[in-house]
């Protein structure tokens, strides 16, 4: 039971991992170090069969476990274990099993077993072992779908562990150290001892350890890589018996070079590169004593942490250290960064620091610098005022004033008054204190004289960190008997003057004696000076003393004394000491000396009541001589400490009373100061406990030179109640001395200045003790460090400086740094021989470094020959501003060993042609130019960059030029064996192409001769590039819609395309490319344009309510460079502005393009695109009539950093019943013709009718008549078509002559009367020139104005499927009375419907000039024809620009119309014979009419070329009477509506034809007359061929019309009136007859009756009659003949055609060789005759056929049909070619004949001879 239990917890825990799915690589992160990011390190445990009997498998539906295992039994014992057979299958089972074949398992007797759904059974197993070995065996189980086997089987006690596969480490910085922890159990059965050996760089603790059998031990593995590789090892775990077996475990890690940059805060690491060793931290200036603190950044950009430490090498090295990172190490993350606090605290005042901490990776991998600076500050402090008078007061009373301590400074200021208020008659309120920043203190002083005397002390404020200050106080005081003269601030400075002067150790008697005698006299200040000495009494002037040195050098702190005292003391200090007993105490003598040449008077301001008291308190004493004073001491109180200041002034005994003094004489007193001491406690009792504190504990002090002096302050604080004695130890060197030395302080402050005077250059320490409270137990001292410098520098790399191979001529650069060890700031300078000057140079040469400072000097060593040099500069340093003879300002020198070598060297590049093909100008492209250096040698290179253009632009406006070519490198270094890549920019200016010669020159300093060679500039490559700017072309346009009948040249015409493609093509302006792109840059309604490029689209007239007028442009990029253009409506450059921005005030102009554009009248479809090279984009215009008016829109036309046009779009919209003539322009240029011409030709101008009626015009002739009688009688401008009627949507050419007579320009305006319409005046120009002047430059062409349509349809229309192969035909210049044949094919493009066509002429007169044939056809899918077009010239010398229309059908579509019409007609015939008669509608036959019509919608298509008619919408109900009439409802009008739309649905509305599809094929066309076409195109004339038939039909057709013109001049007059009643009677008999039913029956008679015979009479004989030959005038032979019906042109007279040796026909030179013959036979008659009269009757024939064959050449007829033949001929070639029935390109076939046999030779001789 209890083996049960176990093996069902197992099975359920071993469930519960199955169902989690327990990974096998379990992550472990563990940390790495003591504050590091802990790394992550994976684990992979293999997993173990622990619990493997457990695990089950389904056999067939049987559930079961693998296997039954027995472990820990014994021999001779019996173990029972169940085998638990499951049915999990659906249905029942039977299952039967054998038993093991041993007897050591036995179980129940085989039965079968039946297991239902979901049921289980249970089959024991019993072991019975006997010995220790291991036992097998196997239980099967058959069942109905298969058998299995179930192992059984005992085994012995094992030893085992479990421990993982593989650990990986990942990455670890090198030195750096990762642990990680893992497991090891022990799976065995026994307990086993293991152990751990592995190979560094790993390592595993406990290396050994006992495990017991199911324990589990945790071992720590630690990764610690030397180098940064990858390390792979292993670790072999030992157990078992005396460590027989082993498992392994594979370690893995990655050891990484940590790498920390620096930089100040905020940088982003992204913005850092390998030069970030250095980062400087500057601090702004700091008060001394304070501290501030700045961050750096460390940045770790490597995968792995960086364990750092922070050294700061001049700690220990130098006394005034006074930068400090409290962060001595850490670490740094993997791929981010930490910050470091930096400190600094001055020391000093006004000095300023340098100093550096490196930052250093583990195991010195790396090594950053953190440079420190910064500057310190003291107080800024002065006093109000100088001087303070208190003037004369009585004696007994007080005066008081007040001083300002102003501190203009942001730091705190501590000041002292060095004065015993209690002893002194100058008495202040506050003797110390501080004076906050930036601040004023008052101070309020009061005067209490004790005796009638002048009064005068200069007292010293002294400042904390900054100095003394002094202040002179001054008094008078008068008694009752004693008046002194009052002392004023001018006798302090007179007094002064008389020092430096000499002249105050003398008396005033005597000084105003030596006035009045002359001796001394007044200077202009009114000081007294000796005469003698007056030139050179400035020379004699006091030096400036310092006011440190004015305080200290008294005499006593100090054994120099600035000036020589009048009145001296022996001593400054009386020091009782120790008094316990009060009664007795000893006095103390002092000696007061006189040392002017005048008696002085002592007044001494203590009384006998004082507990300090002199004897006695006046004494006068003679010149030059000392009297004794007895100081005496008389304490109160004992235990008590005693200290004050005696104060006596001495004076001059003259100037007691005033009426004694001059004013230029009168001496203020000196006031002579003794400090008393002492104390009283008694021998038992201690002294007070001092609670003091000093600001400072280290004092440094600056550097200065041997036996000169510096100072520093130091302040104590008494923060006790009780006043301290101190009595400030001597230093017995006397280097450090003190002041005050020994004093009682009775306030809270006392400032103490020290003072150190080096005497050698060294560094200075003493321990300053003050002794306090007169006990040594209370002594403090405060660390003085000082020092005398001398210059001192470290050289780098011990002085020796290598520069590397350099090239001859060139530079090679070094930095060599130098440091300032000593504490001075030292002034440099580098010294070199002339020799070495020529090859070293060095930046900076002179300069100064600061203390601790590292500077990096750079040196350019330029070799001038191949060879190695030793060269040696000095450097030499002093102390700034230091005396040349003192320590510090002494020179010293330093030697640096230098030492480079000279070879030779040239750059080479990759590619000598680099072409960056076509760059748009204003733009940028780049690319890479690698250049190369081979040698051995860096060079030091300058590039230079030659530029040349080609193109248009003369050479003066390019000159100046920047280069197109900018490189982004122009100098530089090219190393040894390397290469580099510069990255060359072309900003092309100009629309040039451009050339760039890039050559190098190896940099030399100036005036250094070096090889020509270096000194040459060399080639490198050339560059190539073409500036461009983006363009595009219109190279084709189409219109349809309402413009459905406007050519493709009128189209050209009306947008102004020519100028527009000539705009397009050339170069922008500058204001045009202000902006490259499409911009919104304007808050006004009509932004300004930046372009004087402006032309009109003028897209026509056409009626309101017509269909849109639809313009296709096709837009062709004919440059190199992408083209992005955009169509900008005013709106597209307008900025959006608020609403409270709208001022809502408009102009006209303003309120028109709202109106077009609210209405959207034009549109563009699409605005803007992009045109690859090459790449065609068609674009769509619209202009929709839906409103009556003229519509103007600006839009500019904007090309990517191109050009700007500025398009007018105008439409009209023509009311239904307006005359209207659209004039496109009010200006008309003819073709230029030559003076003398005899017959101009005739010019075109054409009117085209944009309305939808029909329109009469007439021209004003009166101006040319005017023009005529101006011009001699001449007329210049013929109108020949005055008048006229354009039907509507049709253009009508007036004919125009031009005949100049002068070689200039004639201008006319001529007004265009419209009838029933407005007036026009239209310009008129035409240009005269002389031939003879002009030449060739004048060329003749075809076309009225030379334009550049293009010739091939490119625009496909909607609804188009057929095509013209050419678009326009150009005849070119021909003679009058010739043929010109073009040829046009007509394909159909369709792929499933047939087309027709049919050519049309948009004016009957063009008939007389064209043919085409065929007319008419019809095109399968995919075919072509090829249709002739033949131009007659006849008529006149002209100019011809005709117009074909090829109407094109769908036949599909008209085969569905017919149909349908058919349909429709069936339908509307059975409705007019059928109907239904129904009670309810009796009356309907009464009501309507016979023929009832189906109505009708008017068809708003145009129908055909001729015929432009809009039908009338049929009514209804016409017979209906007209509603009233009246304003409908809203609601009205919405019924009547949908009634008439429920009316159209139920009428049948009649189908309407497919609208053709027409095509313009325009012609241009030249005549000239024959005999100017002979003489100006005498090469082509013979091209052609000279109808002269044509030119009689000319003739007779002008007889017609001469005729036609005298028979209507015959007409009489008529009147309106008479005209009027003549067509009303004609009306009204009309009328009749029409309805008169017996004239309808007569004419139905007349057309019935049959034809009588004699109608055919009148037909023509199909023969032509003889040719009648007639003598002309001029002698020549002529023939007529009758016109054929297929020809109706009338012909000329041959009498115009011209007469010349060239022309004479052939038979006139046969006709004389016949005469000749004639004559010849004549002389010949006299001989006999030869021939018999048959051969001559057979010549005579031959010669009568020979002239007959003459004379029918002669006949025009005969040259017609000739041509006609030829004509066909080719016609047929060509037909039978396009019908592929052979092939005009194929190479000809050659027929090899048979060989000819002799006889048939013979016979061919044969046959020869007998002719």
């Known amino acids: 039971m209890c083996v049960l239990v176990y093996v069902l917890s197992v099975k359920s825990v071993i469930k519960f991992l199955i169902q989690d799915n327990m990974p096998s690589v379990v992550e472990v992160s563990q940390p790495v170090a003591v504050t590091a990011a802990p790394q992550p390190v994976k684990q992979y445990v293999p997993q173990m069969p622990l619990f493997t009997t457990m695990e089950k498998t389904n056999y067939h539906g049987i559930e079961v476990i693998n296997e039954i295992v027995w472990q820990g039994w014994e021999p001779g014992r019996e173990y029972t274990k169940n085998i638990v057979l499951k049915n999990v299958n659906v249905k029942t089972q039977k299952i039967k099993y054998k038993v093991p074949s041993t007897r050591f398992f036995s179980t129940l007797y085989p039965k079968p077993v039946v297991l239902s759904a979901g049921t289980s059974f249970s089959l024991p197993v019993t072991f019975r072992p006997l010995e220790k070995v291991v036992y097998t065996d196997k239980i099967e189980f058959h069942l109905k779908d298969g058998s299995f086997e179930l192992p059984i089987r005992a085994v012995l006690p094992q030893v085992d562990i479990s421990v993982p596969e593989f650990l990986d480490f990942n990455m670890c910085a090198a030195k750096d150290v990762v642990h990680t922890t893992f497991e090891v159990k022990n799976t065995g059965d026994l307990e086993t001892k293991i152990e751990w050996e592995m190979k560094a760089p790993f390592t595993v603790e406990p290396s050994a350890a006992i495990l017991k059998s199911g324990s589990i031990r945790q071992f720590k593995a630690t990764f610690t890589p030397i180098t940064a590789c990858v390390y792979q090892g292993e670790a072999a775990c030992k157990y078992g018996p005396d460590l027989m077996y082993g498992k392994i475990t594979k370690l893995e890690g990655i050891g990484k070079y940590p790498h920390i940059l620096v930089s100040s805060p905020g940088s982003p690491s992204n913005s850092l590169d390998s030069t970030n060793h250095e980062a400087e931290i500057k601090f702004s200036q700091t008060p001394v004593g304070s501290t501030i603190q700045k961050w750096v950044e460390l940045h770790n950009l490597a995968p792995v942490r960086a364990p750092y430490k922070i050294q700061h090498p001049s700690k220990m090295s130098r006394i005034d250290t006074v930068f400090d990172c409290p962060q001595k190490e850490g670490i740094v993350p993997p791929m981010s960064s930490v910050r470091i606090p930096v400190t600094y605290t001055p020391n000093t005042v006004d000095t300023k620091s340098t100093d550096y901490f490196n930052v250093v990776a583990i195991g010195n991998i790396s090594k950053a610098v953190i440079k420190c600076v910064g500057s310190s500050k003291g107080p800024t402090v002065h006093l109000g005022a100088k001087s303070v008078n208190f003037m004369q007061i009585d004696l007994g009373a007080v005066a008081t004033r007040t001083v300002d301590i102003v501190n203009n400074s942001a730091v705190e200021a501590t000041f002292q008054f060095m004065l015993d208020c209690n002893e002194s008659v100058f008495k202040l309120e506050k003797t110390s204190g501080v004076v906050r920043p930036n601040t004023t203190m008052t101070v309020v002083m009061k005067f209490v004289p004790q005796h009638p005397i002048n009064y005068h002390r200069r007292v010293t404020c002294m400042v904390h960190n900054q100095g003394p200050l002094f202040l002179d106080m001054l008094g008078t005081c008068h008694s009752e008997l004693i008046k002194p003269a009052v002392l004023l601030a001018k006798h302090l400075d007179k007094y002064k003057c008389h020092v430096e002067r000499g002249l105050s150790l003398y008396p005033p008697e005597q000084l105003n004696e030596n006035v009045k005698t002359g001796k001394i006299e007044l200077d202009d200040a009114g000081c007294l000076m000796i005469p003698d000495k007056s030139e050179t009494g400035t020379d ?526 050339s170069d922008p302006s500058a204001e045009e490319i202000r902006y490259s792109v499409a911009t919104r840059h304007s808050h006004a309604r009509r932004p300004p344009v930046y372009t004087r490029a402006i032309m009109d689209f003028n897209f026509s007239a056409a009626p309101l309510d017509s269909e849109p007028c639809i313009v296709n442009l096709m837009f062709e990029n004919t440059g190199t460079v992408a083209t992005e253009w955009s169509f900008l409506f005013p709106t597209d450059l307008q900025l959006e502005l608020e609403y409270w921005a709208e001022t809502g005030e408009f102009d006209e102009d303003e309120l028109h393009e709202m109106k077009v554009m609210d209405n959207k009248l034009f549109s563009i479809e699409p605005q803007q695109g992009k045109l690859e090279p090459g790449e065609c984009r068609t674009v769509s215009f619209t202009y929709r009539h839906t409103m009556a008016g003229t519509d103007r829109l600006p839009v500019l036309l904007k090309l990517a950093r191109g050009r700007e046009i500025l398009l007018n779009f105008i439409g009209v919209t023509v009311e239904p019943e307006r005359k209207y003539i659209h004039f496109p322009s009010n200006k008309h240029m003819f073709t230029p013709v030559a003076v003398g011409e005899k017959v101009s030709p005739k010019q075109v101008y054409e009117l085209y009718n944009g309305g939808a009626s029909p329109v009469k015009f007439n021209f004003d002739l009166a101006p040319l008549e005017l023009l005529r009688k101006e011009n001699f009688d001449q007329p210049v401008f013929e109108c020949l078509t005055p008048v006229g009627e354009i039907p509507p949507g049709r253009s009508f050419c007036v004919e125009w002559r031009f005949s100049p007579i002068e070689a200039k320009t004639y201008m006319i305006d001529v007004p265009v009367h419209v009838h029933n319409g407005d007036t026009a005046i239209v310009t008129f120009t035409g240009v005269g020139f002389d031939r003879r002047v002009m030449g060739d430059t004048m060329p003749i062409t075809d076309q009225q104005d030379l334009t550049g349509v293009p010739g091939v349809q490119s625009v496909s229309v909607p609804g188009q499927l057929m095509y013209l192969s050419q678009e326009r035909l150009s005849f070119g210049n021909l003679p009058l009375f010739s043929r010109a044949r073009r040829m046009v094919f007509v394909t159909n493009r369709a792929k499933d419907r047939d087309v027709s066509f049919e050519w049309h002429v948009t004016s009957q007169a063009d008939a007389q000039y064209l043919s085409i044939s065929p007319i008419r056809g019809r095109l399968s899918p995919g075919e072509s024809r090829m249709c002739r077009v033949v131009f007659s010239a006849c008529g006149v010398p ?227 009659p003889p040719i009648e030959m007639r003598a002309g005038p001029s002698g020549k032979t002529k023939s007529v003949q009758e016109d054929t019906p297929r020809e109706e042109l009338s012909r000329v007279s041959s009498a115009t055609l011209p007469v010349s040796p060239e022309a004479t026909p052939p038979s006139s030179a046969g006709s004389k060789k016949s005469q000749k013959s004639e004559k010849k036979k004549l002389r010949k008659t006299k001989t006999p005759p030869r021939h018999t009269m048959e051969e001559v009757e057979r010549v005579k024939k031959e010669e009568s056929k020979i002239k007959e064959k003459q004379n029918l050449k002669k006949i025009p007829e005969f040259g017609n049909s000739a041509e006609s033949i030829i004509e066909n001929t080719l016609l047929n070639i060509v037909t039978e070619a396009l019908s592929e029935e052979f092939s005009i390109t194929a190479r000809p076939r050659f027929i090899a004949l048979p060989k000819r046999t002799a006889s048939a030779k013979s016979r061919q001789s044969n046959n020869a001879k007998k002719n």
């Not at 406690?681 to 504990?697: I, M, V, W, Y």
């Not at 059908?1449 to 008209?1454: H, I, R, S, Y």
């Open 1438 to 1664: 002209s100019f011809y620009d005709l117009d074909l229309v090829c109407e094109t059908t769908d036949e599909l579509e008209m085969d569905k119309y017919k149909m349908e019409l058919a349909a429709w007609e069936k339908e509307k015939y059975r409705q007019k014979y059928e109907f239904c008669v129904t009670e309810n509608d009796l009356d309907a036959d009464k009501r309507l009419t016979d023929d009832v019509e189906i109505v009708e919608r008017p068809s708003s298509h145009l129908r055909s070329l001729e015929e432009k008619k809009i039908e009338a919408e049929g009514e209804l109900t016409k017979y209906k009477t007209l509603p009233p009439i009246k304003q409908l409802s809203p609601d009205e009008r919405k019924a009547l509506d949908s009634r008439k739309k429920r009316k159209e649905n139920e009428l049948w509305e009649k189908p309407s034809p497919p609208v053709p599809f027409l095509l313009h094929l325009g012609l241009t066309a030249r005549t000239h007359d024959i005999r100017e076409f002979q003489a100006t195109f005498p090469e082509e004339y013979r091209d052609f061929f000279i109808d002269r038939s044509l030119s009689e039909r000319v003739s007779k057709s002008a007889g017609r019309k001469q005729a036609l013109a005298a028979s209507t001049s015959n007409i009489i007059p008529c009147s309106t009136g008479e005209a009027d009643v003549v067509s009303g009677v004609l009306g009204n008999v009309l009328r009749g007859l029409l309805d008169d039913t017996y004239f309808h029956e007569a004419v139905k008679k007349v057309i019935n009756d049959e034809v009588p015979y004699y109608t055919q009479i009148g037909e023509r004989p199909t023969t032509a």
């Open 540 to 1065: 004699s002037s006091l030096p400036v003393v310092p006011p440190m040195d004015e305080y200290f050098n008294d005499g006593f702190h100090c054994d120099i004394n600035n000036s020589v005292p009048h009145v001296s003391i022996d001593t400054n200090i009386a020091d009782f000491g120790h008094c316990s007993n009060l009664r007795v105490i000893e006095d103390k003598i002092i000696n007061v000396t006189n040392h002017t040449y005048g008696k002085v008077t002592i007044q001494w301001n203590c009384g006998n009541d004082r507990t300090f008291s002199i004897m006695p308190s006046t004494m006068d004493i003679p010149p030059l001589k000392s009297c004794a004073f007895q100081v005496t001491f008389k304490p109160t109180v004992p235990n008590q400490f005693y200290g004050a200041e005696l104060e006596c002034f001495a004076y001059y005994k003259s100037l007691r009373d005033y009426r004694l003094v001059e004013d230029n004489t009168h001496s203020p007193p000196w006031c002579l100061t003794l400090t008393c001491t002492g104390q009283t406690f008694q021998a038992n009792n201690e002294t007070f406990l001092p609670r003091l504190t000093f600001d400072t504990s280290h004092l440094v002090f600056p550097a200065v030179n041997t036996k000169e002096s510096t100072y520093r302050t130091i302040l104590l604080t008494n923060n006790g109640t009780t006043p301290i004695m101190f009595d400030v130890l001597k230093d017995p060197t006397n280097t450090f001395t003190v002041k005050p030395s020994k004093a009682l302080l009775k306030g809270q402050q006392q400032i103490f200045v020290v003072k150190i005077t080096p005497s050698e250059v060294k560094h200075y320490k003493h321990d300053l003790t003050f002794r306090l409270n007169d006990d040594e137990k209370y002594n403090r001292c405060v660390e003085l460090w000082g020092s005398a410098e001398s210059p001192e520098v470290v050289l780098d790399t011990d002085g020796v400086m290598y520069f590397r191979q350099t090239c001859i001529g060139t530079a090679t650069t070094k930095d060599y740094t130098i440091k300032n060890v000593s504490r001075i700031p030292l002034r440099f300078e580098w010294k070199m021989v002339y020799k070495d000057k020529q090859l070293l140079s060095v930046t900076p040469s002179s300069g100064l470094i600061q203390p601790n400072e590292t500077q990096a000097h750079t040196w350019s060593f330029v070799p001038a020959a191949e060879e190695k040099y030793v060269m040696k500069p000095c450097l030499i340093v002093w102390g700034q501003g230091f005396h040349s003879s003192s320590s510090g300002g002494k020179k010293k020198q330093f030697t640096v060993r230098a030492i480079g070598e000279g070879s030779l060297g040239d750059i080479k590049a990759d590619n000598t042609y680099l072409d960056f093909g076509d760059v748009v100008v204003g733009s940028s492209t780049s690319k890479m130019i690698s250049i190369v250096n081979n040698s051995t040698c860096s060079l030091h290179y300058s590039l230079i960059v030659d530029q040349a253009m080609d193109g248009p632009y003369p050479e003066e406006i390019t000159r100046d030029d920047k280069l197109a070519l900018v490189l982004d490198r122009t100098e530089g270094v090219l190393p040894a064996r390397s290469r580099h890549k510069i990255l060359a920019t072309v900003k092309p200016i100009r629309r040039v192409n451009y050339q760039f010669a890039v050559s190098y020159k190896l940099i030399t300093p100036m005036g250094q001769e070096v090889s020509s060679k270096a000194q040459e500039p060399q080639h490198l490559c050339h560059v190539l590039t073409t500036g461009v700017f983006p363009v595009m072309a219109v190279s084709d346009a189409r219109c349809y819609g309402s413009a459905v009948g406007i050519s493709k040249k009128q189209l050209w015409a009306l947008f102004s395309l020519d100028n527009m493609n000539l705009c397009l093509d």
